[in-house]
């Protein structure tokens, strides 16, 4: 009869033995989080063609010039596909990777005066703004490049206009 080791705090009946897979397991899970972690990755922002919307100046506006215009939805579906499904992935449905952009709004959804749901939507209007203008870092890391002199006005907001019908809650 084969004499059996008592469990030791070294070596448990049901946990991984050897310290060398353990350790080539913790790198490949350590890898695959630094992974996820630089999904946006070095990509090149896709030029926008935004010739077919009206030309909104040099001076940027507050609110979204675009909504619900026919024409901005459509350049905005395609610059959303190019330039941030990657990382919030098709269709606005994020895979957990950047924030769901559906939810953009919905604290404004359920507002039933409308002066102060106008007032909501114009602060989301200015928060998406900023962001997509200036990007997000966090403790010096880069979690949303950011896009200003890379896009123009128009693109930024025909991409706005595109996720408003994307609403997880419509208005």
């Not at 990382?87 to 606005?92: I, K, Y």
Request: charged content about 25%; aromatic content about 8%; glycine content about 8%.
């Amino acid at each position: 009869m084969k004499h059996l080791r008592p469990p030791t705090p070294t070596r448990r009946p049901g946990r991984l033995a050897a310290t060398p897979l353990r350790a080539a397991l913790l790198g490949v899970a350590a890898y695959a989080a630094w992974t996820l972690a630089c999904a946006h990755g070095d990509v090149t922002p896709q030029a926008v063609d935004t010739s077919a919307l009206p030309k909104l100046g040099d001076e940027w506006r507050a609110e979204n010039p675009f909504r619900g215009n026919d024409v901005a939805i459509k350049i905005g579906t395609s610059a959303y596909t190019q330039n941030c499904a990657r990382c919030h992935g098709l269709e606005a449905i994020s895979g957990g990777i950047a924030p769901d952009l559906r939810k953009l709004d919905n604290d404004c959804a359920p507002l039933k005066d409308n002066g102060r749901k106008v007032a909501c939507v114009k602060e989301i209007d200015e928060y998406y703004l900023a962001t997509v203008r200036r990007g997000r870092t966090r403790n010096g890391a880069v979690y949303m490049p950011p896009f200003d002199g890379v896009m123009n006005q128009e693109a930024i907001w025909s991409i706005k206009a595109y996720l408003e019908t994307r609403r997880d809650k419509p208005f």
